[in-house]
């Protein structure tokens, strides 16, 4: 076997890796930021004790995936210099800028709240310590932001002119940042990032009442769940057909090969019937029958 393809065999193994686990992270970051603002909003509103105790419990777990999320991230991006560096000495002039945005834009905004947010509640008043959550909130979503803008840029390039030694070169920002597919995949992983929290906290308020079925917090924590699974996973099917549909659009137009002689390729026409007969068969399965199913096991159980 060749040297070259092992060595590259193993540079996807290790980054794979790498990336698997932060990107599960960063989800449950996301998640759990936006999560805690709508906690303490509620405990600000309402003024009831159960919300500033989930606020409490959930804020330690968030602390430990934040601290762990920001380690692999920081493993990740050495690997873009030692594991493709032709890839990022082509592609530098775009990509660099884009995470260092990233890093200015989001994660100052973080960890300069992060503090006040972990132990200011105390120190500071109410509102200032809110406006903290809120501002690590935002910077998760502006992390993300970035963060897609720059695979979308990977996975569908605009904005750029090859020069002569082969390197990248940004011409238009605009087009760079919001390249085709960017609006597509930042609300797929924001909203994956919702649902998959959605999944965690309910799970933990399930496993909860089955112990306790007078525990206030969570009952409360497992019905904010299944609201938010509700709405967000209808949304996130459709944004995944739409991501698909976009790429699919885009391979399109760059090369067609059911049109090349002897092509084993089914024509796109019939791979669109079938993809819309498995996503109706899936919709009727999962959003119509099962999740009413789920809910009266639930709800039989609770009561």
Known sequence: MDETYIANLVARCQFGFTIGMHVVLATFSIGLANYLMVLEALWLWKKEQAFIDLFNYWLKI??????????SGVVMEYQFGTNWSAFATKTGAIIGPLMMYEVVVAFFLESGF????????????????????????????????WILSAN?????????????????VPVDWWAI??????????????????????FLVGGVGAWHLLRDRTNAPARIMFSMALWMAALVA??????????????????????????APGSLVRPVRDSR???????????????????FRAWRRCTSAIT
């Open 62 to 71: 968030f602390a430990l995936t934040f601290a762990v999320g920001v380690v």
């Open 114 to 145: 992060i503090g006040v947010m972990l132990f200011g509640m105390k120190k500071v008043g109410k509102r200032l310590h809110f406006l903290a959550t809120v501002c690590v909130a935002l910077g998760s979503l502006f992390s993300a932001f």
């Open 152 to 168: 979308s840029w990977m996975q569908t390039p605009a904005g750029y002119e090859l020069a002569e030694n082969g390197r990248f």
């Open 177 to 198: 940042i919001f390249n085709p597919s960017f609006p597509y995949r930042l609300a797929h992983m924001t909203l994956a990032a919702f649902l998959v929290t959605a």
């Open 234 to 259: 209808p949304l996130q099917m459709s944004s995944g057909t739409s991501t698909a549909r976009i790429r699919w659009s885009i391979n399109r137009k760059s090369s067609r090969p059911w049109k």
């Open 273 to 291: 019937w079938c993809f819309s007969r498995c996503q109706m068969w899936l919709i009727r399965r999962i959003i119509w029958k099962s999740p």
